[in-house]
C-alpha cells in the first residue's frame, strides 16, 4: 500500500484533518515521516490502525478507553471497555422502552380527551420520568463503515437548542503563532501560552480573560503537517505589554455561532458548519469580518471554556473535563 498524506485520509475517512492531529497529539496514531516528502504521510499499519479507532468512536467508546484497547494485547481490556459501554447501552435502551410506553399512554388519553393534558399533572407519571435519561444514539446495528458514516451523519444533526448566536466582545489579546514542528503547533502554541499566563501572573491580574486558537495555515501551501499552524489568544488587560514570541493584537469582537464539544470530537466542525450555513436569519461571514485579518485564516475559531480552571488544573484531571466551543463568524442576512 503506497503512502498517504492527511488530506487524502481525511476524504477517505470522512475525518477531518483536525482530527487527525489531534489523534496524533495524544498519540492514538503516528505518521511517517520521509525525507522525499514535505509533510508526514501514513503507511498502511497507521491507516488500519485509524480504521479501528473510527468504528470504536462510532460506538461511542470514549478516547481514553481506545488508547488502553489498542495499546494492549490483554484482551480483558477490551472485554472491561465493552461491557462498561454495554452497560450503559443497555440502560438507555430501558430508558427509551418506559419513555414510549408513556408517550403512547398520553397518546391514547389525547384520542379519549383532546382538549387537555390534563395526564401530565399525575404525580405518578412524574415520578416514572423523573428518573429517566433521554437516549443519545440510535439503536441500530452497523456492520460496514458506510453503515457507520449514515449512522453518525443520523447522530450528528444539530438543533437550533444546542447551536448558540452570542456576541464576542472585543479585546486586547496576547497571540502566539507556530508552524509545523513535533509535537505538533497546538502542543506548541499551547505550551508557550501556560508559560506566559504563569510568568505574567494573567489568571490574578485577570481572572475572566478567555482563551481562543485557531487554525492558520502556512499561505499557498498544502495542508500537509509541515505547513499546518495554529494560532492561540489570549485576553489580557489593555494596558499590559508582551514580548516575543507573543504578538499584542486587537480583537474586535463580533456575532457568532457558537457550538459546544468536549475536547476531541472535532469531526463536529462539519455537521456544525453544515447546520450554520442553512440558517435562515444569518450568513456566515468568512475571513472574521472587520477581525484582525490573517493569511491563512478563514475566521473560525475554538473557545476553551472555564479558561482559568484550564490553567489550574493539569494533565488527565484537565483533559477530561475541557469543554470547546466551535466558533463561526455570522452576519443577519440581508
Known amino acids: 500500500m503506497e503512502l498517504q498524506n492527511i488530506s487524502r485520509i ?11 492531529r489531534y489523534y496524533e497529539q495524544i498519540g492514538l ?3 511517517v515521516k520521509k525525507d522525499d516528502f514535505a509533510y508526514r504521510v501514513y ?11 473510527i468504528v470504536l468512536r462510532k460506538l461511542r467508546i470514549p478516547l481514553r478507553q ?22 450503559e447501552i443497555e ?3 430501558a430508558a427509551l422502552s418506559t419513555i414510549r410506553s408513556v408517550i403512547k399512554t398520553l397518546l391514547d388519553h389525547l384520542h379519549v380527551q383532546s382538549d387537555t393534558l390534563a395526564l401530565l399533572d399525575d404525580v405518578s407519571l412524574l415520578e416514572i420520568v423523573d428518573s429517566l435519561t433521554a437516549s443519545k444514539i440510535n439503536f441500530k446495528e452497523e456492520k460496514t463503515m458506510d453503515d457507520l ?21 472585543p479585546a486586547t489579546v496576547a497571540s502566539i503563532y507556530h508552524i509545523g514542528g513535533d509535537p505538533g503547533p497546538e502542543s506548541i502554541t499551547g ?3 501556560f508559560d506566559f499566563i504563569k510568568t505574567s501572573n494573567l489568571a490574578k491580574i485577570k481572572p475572566d480573560f478567555r482563551h481562543y486558537g485557531f487554525n492558520r495555515h502556512a499561505e499557498g501551501k498544502p495542508d500537509g503537517m509541515e505547513y499546518h499552524g495554529y494560532e492561540r489568544w489570549v485576553t489580557i488587560p489593555d494596558d499590559m505589554e508582551v514580548s516575543a514570541p507573543f504578538v499584542k493584537k486587537q480583537f474586535v ?3 457568532y455561532a457558537a457550538f459546544m464539544i468536549p475536547m476531541g470530537d472535532f469531526h463536529m466542525w462539519e455537521v456544525f458548519y453544515d447546520y450554520v450555513k442553512n440558517l435562515e436569519k444569518y450568513e456566515i461571514m468568512w475571513a472574521g469580518g472587520d477581525s484582525v485579518q490573517l493569511h491563512g485564516w478563514d475566521g473560525c475559531m475554538e473557545e476553551h471554556l472555564n479558561a482559568i480552571n484550564h490553567y489550574l488544573w493539569s494533565g488527565e484531571e484537565c483533559d477530561k473535563f475541557m469543554q470547546l466551543d466551535l466558533l463561526l463568524p455570522i452576519k443577519e442576512r440581508e
Open 10 to 20: 481525511s476524504k477517505q475517512f470522512n475525518v477531518s484533518t483536525r482530527t487527525l
Open 29 to 31: 496514531i503516528q505518521p
Open 43 to 53: 503507511d498502511e499499519n497507521t491507516v488500519v490502525r485509524l480504521q479501528q479507532i
Open 66 to 87: 481506545i488508547a488502553d484497547i489498542l495499546k494492549s494485547e490483554d484482551t480483558a481490556v477490551a472485554i472491561n471497555a465493552f461491557n462498561q459501554n454495554l452497560a
Open 91 to 93: 440502560d438507555e435502551i
Open 149 to 169: 458514516n449514515k449512522a453518525s451523519e443520523k447522530l450528528n444533526k444539530l438543533t437550533n437548542k444546542e447551536v448558540r448566536i452570542v456576541y464576542l466582545p
Open 191 to 193: 505550551d508557550l501560552l
Open 253 to 255: 469582537g463580533g456575532l
